[in-house]
């Protein structure tokens, strides 16, 4: 069975970090690109990272830009969010997926074959 699993998730002060992992089981990560998506309360879901095969990072929301890393471990099959300088609003459930692919990476969620369980991302004091 091909799954995500993400952890790291949970409640955060504003200005602090969280590093999510999202560990892959059943398939080799190494041959997906990977996608980060977040759903606050009441609204829609939202691509706002992803990272190609090769390590290369993309960022597609300006609130998130200069705060947000991605990065990959091939070895441990697994692909991590870092998250810092966090706000409020950017508390949200964060999913990863996969998408099969020789290159690039995207946000279209629509282009993503496996999604994880998601995990809660609260950013209060």
């Known amino acids: 069975q091909l799954q995500l699993v993400e952890s790291g998730g949970g409640l955060v002060q504003p200005g602090g970090s969280l590093r999510l992992s999202c560990a892959a089981s059943?398939?080799?990560?190494?041959?997906?690109?990977i996608g980060w998506f977040r759903q606050a309360p009441g609204k829609d879901r939202t691509g706002f990272s992803c990272?190609?095969?090769?390590?290369?990072?993309?960022h597609d929301e300006d609130s998130v830009k200069g705060r947000f890393t991605v990065s990959r471990d091939s070895a441990k099959n697994t692909v991590y969010l870092q998250m810092s300088s966090l706000k409020p609003e950017d508390t949200a459930v964060y999913y990863c997926a996969a998408h099969r692919t020789d290159w690039g990476c995207t946000m279209d969620d629509l282009k993503y074959e496996i999604w994880g369980q998601g995990t809660q991302v609260t950013v209060s004091s």
């Open positions: 990272i190609t095969r090769s390590g290369r990072a993309a």
């Open positions: 059943g398939f080799t990560l190494a041959d997906y690109a």
